[in-house]
């Protein structure tokens, strides 16, 4: 367990290095190595982030823009899942109000 926790230490004090080729908001073990690699199978990273459609994108530049949290060209997994859900809440809700599906297609 002690090396887990090492491990998990130094990933996380190397991620703000911009020499990695990952932003300052990018996940730790996002990059490679066997975490990266079960983060891209669980739909994290960048394959993640050509997988989504244009509401997804829209949602993803209002956090960044707006929320300022951050470039969100390589998110992990679970925030990937969270941006869908709210993209799949602002689909509901537009259907509920205007009877119609959204213009935008989710993939």
């Not at 004090?13 to 080729?21: D, I, K, L, Y």
């Not at 509401?55 to 869908?84: I, M, R």
């Amino acid at each position: 367990m002690d090396f887990l926790n090492k491990n998990n230490d130094n990933s996380q004090s190397q991620q703000p290095q911009q020499a990695t080729g990952q932003g300052a908001g990018a996940p730790a073990g996002s990059g490679g190595g066997i975490m990266g690699k079960f983060n891209n199978a669980l739909g994290g990273g960048a394959s993640g982030e050509k997988k989504e459609d244009a509401l997804d994108k829209g949602v993803d530049y209002v956090q960044e823009h707006v929320f300022k949290q951050g470039p969100q060209t390589n998110e992990s997994a679970a925030e990937q899942t969270k941006d869908e859900a709210i993209s799949d809440s602002i689909r509901n809700q537009y259907k509920n109000m205007s009877g119609k599906d959204f213009p935008v297609a989710d993939k």
